[in-house]
């Protein structure tokens, strides 16, 4: 129904319920489409089931299959390689910065975020 | 998607307020209408174990254990005889309903907020007012009751 | 917004749940590195939201008592009882503060600095020299609130004139492993200001030879922006490291190398740039506002994948729910008896279909009540928070165990068993076990236990609460009922006699009143509110063993199961729970105590007599009673009472009605119903009513026996 106009799918996967409210309503008050998971596994899932979203948001500290993990599956899925990660976490960001770098991650946010530098970050990788 | 635009709900200009009127005894007297939910005929009230001599009891209303007041008792008046044809006014406040026992329910009025005035003070009348305002409708004199005054205190109100 | 902070709330009470359990098993030495993550993450996830919430006081104290939980995450500590009970400390603290931010009140500092205090000599302890990472991860964190105005048109306005940078970019494969993309940093570049980029293909290698994998493409750029250099190398943030870059103000304004828009597919995954207004396939909202208002609604949000599918509902709307199945009941009742009066043959089809009825509104009754139900868990742990405060504060130690989390209880019930849980708590904590010293010399352990149990039992929750304290000291409660009058001095009373008269009010067992169970509140108050439920309490106890409270409750607070009586005309409800039994008075049974007032021997005990007609105020005293029917009120205590009624009519489940919102309370009366005719009737509270009564009972006026019959001269006006 958009048209020409791709929305952006993201798909944010963090174990805090407040925090994938948050999520979900700073990405689709940017104009973005959210697909939402409450941790590692769950991100699978849900990767199994749409079409490469544009970019991912992990938080790092989850239950069963945390962020780290996370992205290993991921960039492991040949299909997935390229999708832009983005690392959410309380840590300041130089120690995000080499922890995300190892992840296999495109970029890091330091919880709590602001919701436009959240979108911009976004906008850096993935357009 | 798009998304439903707040609806303005344009009020009408209303005219003044809108009043129910109802007797006891021979008295008219008169609630905002906006208070009233519904009318029922009387019914049997279970009485309530030491409650002040004006509340009825409490009926049932759809569901919901309604308790009922006396009006004429609690504004201390003279009243028909209780021949079980009786009107139910109900009435809420906040959060709170409430059943109003009267004669007989007569009309519904519309008054200019001007032609409403304060009542005058009389010592003879001293202790609480009930009545918020008076009008002259047709001749006759409407006292709009002051729902607030009339309800008994929450809480216990046992005796 | 507000929604989301109240969910978030929601949220903590869940975590806060999972930490104390997580604690619980480590005290319990069953931790595994599992339940420790889990303890991290919850008080991490708490920080989290906290921080979005500008809850400064919460993140602070959370991020001290993540860090300290860290220390043993990362195997740096290891987790003893000492440390566990420091962070047990911690969670109550947190816990405390979440309330406190919810409720918009400060947690005063000094309940807050001893665990702080003690929390940061985990993370640095005292005599080693402290490491400076400690610091540097304290100082790091800054919460920021933020505010949820999606108002992404943030650049700020521009003071400076523009001016022109020369930017060398040039990938290095980790850059696109890593999942990034130059084209959408050269776009945020040319949201900067006027852009121009050109492509360095002289790295690109013949085709033969050509890795895709491997980045060789490099890019320049010339931008005209007001912006510092610092907003140019913001963007490149998540590359740094990962590309050559080279930001400089340029001295002139011309691309260096061509276009080279005819070079041949770029190696994936390198796109050829484009030039630098932003194509029309932007997708929407991109620097421009969104309504907040929209923000929050957006309908086609994807189910998000949970393992356990459980759905948040309104109380509200389940209450509704209640309301309507309780009235199905009421018309179904209502429906019986004009079927009964309508004179339907036993065997017709209508009654059977009526049967069918009844049995599904039942059914729908009780699922709708397992909506309301929850498990116990959550008073339980709260609890054992009262315990450790109260075990604390006297200086005993004792170990709380639970059984029966899980068991399910009506929400209400949960909520209301609170008090009473913690007043018994208390009570065991400070009558109920010895102080170490005379424990230890009892050769018992010197740490005392506490048991709180619940379970499902023939359509009833149990809720046991014991101790293996002293057990209940006969003598002393016999003498002290004795000193009061409360029994005659050569009474004969059974163990579980003498144990019941602790439920008398005001009985206080304690010779002098502690600081911790206080004075005024007494079991009686706690069997008032048990009765209130619907419920009962007995006391089991043995010397020098312990003793057990066991609270036995309806599962539900929407139905009651009852005695229809009639009374001075009127139908009353009396809870079955509370009879004991039901007898004719017989005339010989029948004492005179005071001028107006009668009591009645029941099996050799004295009971007080009460007009239930004149106790409403329904009419005046009977005066003659014999022959009368009897309920007699109360537990197994000594405290009963028998109350006269005129007849029993019947013995049925009632949906229960609140009188209270609309009305008030009424002495003596705990609630309302509707009977199959339509007809409210009230349910008795008889332990108020028993309360209330005592001391006033009103029997025959002047002349004995003389008024044998009122009418039922109370009716209301």
């Given amino acids: ?127 | 998607m798009t998304e439903t635009p707040p609806q303005t709900t344009a009020k009408p200009d209303a005219p003044g307020v809108e009043l129910l009127s109802f007797l006891i005894g021979d008295q008219y007297f008169c609630l905002d209408i906006m208070s009233v939910r519904e009318i029922r005929g009387g019914t049997r009230a279970t009485p309530l174990p030491h409650a002040p001599a004006y509340m009825r009891g409490v009926i049932n209303l759809r569901g919901v254990v309604l308790p009922v007041m006396d009006l004429a008792r609690r504004l201390d008046l003279d009243t028909a005889a209780d021949t079980g044809r009786k009107v139910i006014i109900v009435v809420a406040r906040g959060e709170r309903s409430l059943g109003l026992l009267v004669d007989a329910v007569s009309d519904i009025l519309t008054v200019p907020e001007a032609a409403l005035q304060a009542p005058p003070e009389l010592p003879a009348d001293a202790g609480r007012s009930f009545i918020s305002s008076l009008a002259i409708v047709d001749g006759r004199m409407i006292r709009v009751l002051d729902l607030g005054a009339v309800l008994p205190p929450t809480g216990e109100v046992a005796a | 917004m507000a929604e989301i902070r109240a969910a978030f709330f929601i949220e903590c009470e869940d975590l806060l749940e999972e930490l104390q359990d997580g604690l619980q098993a480590m005290d319990d030495g069953l931790a595994d590195t599992e339940t420790i993550n889990t303890v991290f993450r919850a008080v991490h996830s708490i920080k989290g939201g906290a921080g979005a919430f500008g809850l400064d006081a919460l993140v602070g104290f959370a991020h001290r008592f993540e860090t300290a939980l860290d220390e043993v995450r990362a195997g740096r500590m290891e987790a003893t009882g000492e440390v566990v009970s420091v962070f047990v400390s911690g969670s109550d603290i947190l816990a405390d503060l979440v309330q406190g931010s919810r409720e918009g009140v400060a947690v005063p500092d000094s309940r807050i600095a001893p665990v702080t205090a003690a929390l940061d000599t985990l993370i640095a302890p005292p005599a080693d020299g402290s490491d400076a990472t400690d610091d540097t991860t304290q100082i790091d964190f800054q919460p920021m609130a933020l505010s949820l105005d999606l108002d992404l048109d943030t650049t700020a306005p521009a003071a400076t004139p523009p001016h022109g940078w020369d930017i060398g970019f040039r990938p290095e494969t980790s850059l696109f492993e890593a999942g990034n993309e130059p084209l959408y940093l050269f776009r945020a570049l040319s949201e900067l200001g006027p852009l121009t980029v050109s492509c360095d293909d002289a790295g690109v290698p013949p085709l033969d030879a050509l890795v895709p994998e491997e980045a060789c493409l490099g890019w320049r750029a010339s931008l005209t922006t007001p912006e510092s250099a610092a907003a140019i190398e913001d963007i490149f943030e998540f590359v740094d490291g990962l590309c050559q870059l080279d930001i400089r103000p340029s001295e002139r304004h011309s691309p260096g190398a061509t276009d080279h828009p005819d070079t041949p597919a770029p190696p994936q995954p390198t796109p050829a740039v484009s030039p630098p207004q932003l194509p029309a396939s932007a997708p929407p909202g991109s620097a421009r506002s969104a309504s907040p208002d929209l923000a929050g609604e957006r309908p086609a949000e994807p189910a998000p994948v949970t393992p356990v599918s459980t759905v948040r509902v309104d109380l509200e709307r389940i209450d509704r729910l209640v309301n309507l199945v309780g009235e199905l009941v009421i018309n179904q009742a209502m429906l019986s008896q004009s079927i009964d009066a309508a004179g339907v043959a036993p065997n017709s089809p209508v009654r059977a279909g009526l049967e069918e009825f009844l049995q599904l509104t039942r059914d729908i009754q009780d699922s709708v009540m397992m909506i309301r139900a929850q498990p116990v868990k959550s008073l339980f742990q709260r609890m054992g928070r009262i315990l450790r405060e109260a075990a604390a504060d006297i200086g005993k130690e004792v170990r709380l165990h639970t059984e029966g989390e899980n068991t399910e209880v009506d929400k209400t019930v949960i909520e209301r068993l609170a008090d009473p849980l913690t007043h018994m708590i208390r009570n065991a904590i400070d009558h109920g076990l010895e102080d170490p010293q005379t424990r230890a010399a009892l050769g018992k352990p010197h740490v005392g236990h506490v048991f709180l149990r619940a379970s499902h039992r023939s359509g009833r929750i149990v809720i046991e609460i014991g101790d293996d304290g002293a057990g209940i000291d006969r003598e002393r409660i016999r003498d002290k009922a004795i000193d009061r009058g409360l029994i005659a001095a050569d009474s004969t009373l059974a163990d579980s006699e003498i144990d019941n008269l602790l439920f008398l009010p005001g009985f206080s067992t304690a010779d002098q009143i502690s600081r911790l169970s206080g004075r005024g509140v007494g079991m009686d108050v706690v069997r008032s509110a048990i009765q209130a439920l619907g419920g009962r309490i007995s006391i089991s106890s043995r010397p020098g063993a312990g003793t057990t409270f066991s609270i036995s409750l309806p599962l539900t607070l929407a139905v009651l199961d009852g005695m229809v009586v009639k009374v001075a005309s009127e139908t009353i409800v009396v809870p079955l729970g509370a009879i004991h039994e039901t007898l004719a008075l017989a005339e010989d049974d029948l004492r005179r105590l005071g001028p107006t007032t009668h009591v009645v021997n029941v099996r050799d005990q004295f009971v007080p007599l009460l007009d239930l007609g004149a106790e409403l105020g329904f009419r005046a005293p009977l005066g003659a009673y014999a022959g009368q029917v009897l309920l007699l009120i109360g537990q197994e205590d000594g405290s009963s009472a028998a109350v006269v009624v005129d007849a029993i009519e019947d013995q049925r489940q009632v949906v229960i009605k609140g009188l209270a919102d609309n009305y008030g309370r009424v002495p003596g009366i705990a609630a309302a119903t509707i009977l199959g005719d339509g007809q409210i009737a009230l349910i008795l509270d008889p332990a108020d009513l028993i309360s209330q009564a005592r001391g006033h009972t009103r029997a025959p006026a002047a002349a004995p026996a003389a008024s044998s019959l009122h009418p039922a001269a109370g009716l209301q006006p």
């Fill in chain 1, 1 to 127: 129904m958009d048209g020409a106009v791709m929305t952006l799918q993201v798909l944010a996967v963090d174990d805090s319920r407040t925090m994938r409210d948050l999520l979900r309503i700073t990405l689709t008050g940017a104009g973005m489409d959210a697909h939402l998971a409450e941790d590692g596994v769950a991100g699978l899932d849900v990767l199994d089931r749409i079409a490469p979203p544009d970019a991912i948001i992990t938080d790092l500290n989850m239950p069963r299959m945390d962020g780290l993990g996370f992205i290993a599956q991921v960039r492991a899925r040949k299909a997935l390689r390229a999708v832009p990660i983005l690392v959410l976490s309380t840590e300041s960001a130089a120690q995000l910065k080499a922890r995300a770098r190892d992840a296999g991650a495109t970029g890091w946010i330091v919880k709590p975020f602001q919701p436009d530098s959240l979108v911009t970050a976004l906008r850096r990788v993935a357009g």
